[in-house]
Nanobody
Framework: QVQLVESGGGLVQPGGSLRLSCTASGSLFSINAMGWYRQAPGKQRELVAG???????KYGDSVKGRFTFSRDNAKNTVYLQMNSLKPEDTAVYYC????????????????WGQGTQVTVSS
């Protein structure tokens, strides 16, 4: 059973830092894409940062220069280092992955983590 396991959220003061991690656990063949989205109350879910199948990393405009996305392929894990946090970064952060479960082309699915709360407040 494949699942995404997230960790690292919490409460931090403005200007502070947090690091999120997400691991794709279980048996899978490969990772096509993996990244982070966030959803604040009353707003749509938006891309924060992620990597596509070609290895290209993309950031949302509001986090460029403050957040850094990285991955550890051997551990099927991605990280999001969040620096210079602002109150407007407050949201539930969700890990997403496009996973190839077996070598069969059709055995490809989207997965979402359970979400981790990030609150930036003094």
């Amino acid at each position: 059973q494949v699942q995404l396991v997230e960790s690292g959220g919490g409460l931090v003061q403005p200007g502070g830092s947090l690091r999120l991690s997400c691991t794709a656990s279980g048996s899978l063949f490969s990772i096509n894409a993996m990244g982070w989205y966030r959803q604040a109350p009353g707003k749509q879910r938006e891309l924060v940062a992620g990597v596509n199948s070609g290895g290209r990393i993309k950031y949302g405009d509001s986090v460029k220069g403050r957040f850094t996305f990285s991955r550890d392929n051997a551990k099927n894990t991605v990280y999001l280092q969040m620096n210079s946090l602002k109150p407007e970064d407050t949201a539930v952060y969700y890990c997403h992955a496009d996973l190839q479960i077996t070598v069969v082309a059709s055995d490809r699915y989207d997965y979402w983590g359970q979400g981790t709360q990030v609150t930036v407040s003094s």
